[in-house]
């Protein structure tokens, strides 16, 4: 038998959210996010559930060519461009979209033997400083793009930092407007949090990820709590140890956890090679037997340990969920001192993952 850990992938509750992104932003098409292997659900898990989007964005040319191996013969965009000559002969094999957010890689196009035209967002440098021409110069690169032989449509593409935040996107839909006006072509603006919460950044395109996994843009589980978003992975174990301690006694590595009274300790076959992350502290909460606990001391490489004083009832074969249908990620992410994106992107590779 292999140890009793799983992730399950929930088929309906991606075309769920898919449907809710389709909702709030009900005149755009979706370019579903499915990078890092569908945010740590396997891409080809995800595809069942996702397949009613409009387009997929992702990052790795081999992801790309996987989704056209799953019969995807729609858009597919790749939203951080490519990075050698030779990325773009695979574009051009698989009919990808490409962002294009810099100099050297218009060189490339310019320079590029394709079989037909490809379609490219270039990126506009709104505010975020991580990729994309800024306002002032983004009307010279698409000049230059458009005199590309090579490059078909040219969508006008910016990426929010803080639609999920008190700045908000203002500062930075002002200078897309600065940098794009009297351009014309279709334009992508709106990550999750923007299709959630600014209408106004709708247009044309929206590009949700982390919706679509149920999981909260800002982190907090309360700003979805009205959206009707449901959790698309359940990370689940059971208990492979029960340990009656004394009050004095301590657990686990480090001994950061001491008993203050005698108490239960179950032992989750989970540990952070798992991708449970190591620096949860005391107090994160564990479902055991459908009762809501906490982990009690140091979660260790394969193994973690949780208080079971309120399911007096647990013991070895014990269901035990780490996150999932009913306990949200963001809420373990947060007692970890992270974001839900980042737990379910680092599911481990011996993690046995399964679609329902
Ligand atoms: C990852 C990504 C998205 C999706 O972001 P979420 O916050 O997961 O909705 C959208 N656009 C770009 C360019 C991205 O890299």
């Known amino acids: ?159 929010f930092s803080d639609a999920d935040g008190p700045r908000g996107i203002a500062h930075q839909l002002e200078a897309f407007e600065r940098g794009a006006e009297g351009i014309a072509g279709a334009r992508s603006l709106a990550n999750s949090a923007a299709v959630l919460w600014h209408p106004d950044a709708h247009v044309d395109w929206v590009r949700p990820g982390i919706m679509l996994y149920g999981a909260s843009p800002s982190g907090l589980t309360a700003d979805i709590a009205d959206t009707g978003l449901k959790p698309a992975m359940t990370f689940q174990s059971e208990l492979i140890a029960v340990q009656t301690v004394s009050a004095g006694s301590s657990i686990g590595y480090g001994s950061t956890f001491t008993a203050g009274a005698p108490m239960r300790v179950g032992v989750v076959a989970c540990g952070y090679a798992d991708g449970y992350p190591r620096v949860a502290p005391e107090g994160t909460p564990v479902i055991v037997d459908g009762v809501r606990t906490k982990l009690v001391g140091r979660v260790s490489m394969d193994m973690l340990t949780v208080d079971l004083t309120p399911c007096p009832n647990a013991g070895i074969g014990s269901r035990v969920e780490l996150w999932g249908a009913n306990l949200l990620i963001d809420d373990v992410a947060s007692a970890a001192g992270t974001i839900g994106y980042e737990l379910m992107c680092a599911i481990a590779q011996r993690v046995p993952v399964r679609a329902e």
């Open 1 to 159: 038998m292999p140890r009793p850990l799983s992730a399950t992938i929930h088929t309906a509750a991606l075309a769920n959210n898919l449907a809710i992104a389709r909702k709030y932003a009900p005149k755009s098409k979706i370019w579903a996010v499915v990078k890092a292997n569908a945010y740590g659900h396997g891409l080809a898990r995800a595809f069942p559930g996702l397949r009613a989007t409009d387009g997929f964005g992702l990052l790795d040319l081999e992801e790309a060519a996987k989704l056209r191996e799953l019969g995807w013969a729609g858009p597919i965009l790749l939203l951080e461009g490519f990075f050698r000559p030779t990325d773009i002969d695979v574009i051009d094999r698989y009919s990808l979209t490409t962002a294009v957010h810099c100099d050297e890689q218009l060189r490339m196009l310019e320079m590029a033997r394709l079989s037909k035209p490809i379609n490219i967002q270039l990126k506009m440098n709104s505010g975020m400083n991580r990729l994309g021409y800024t306002p002032e110069k983004f009307r010279a690169a698409w000049e230059r793009a458009r005199a590309v032989q090579g490059v078909g449509q040219i969508t006008l593409m910016t990426h």
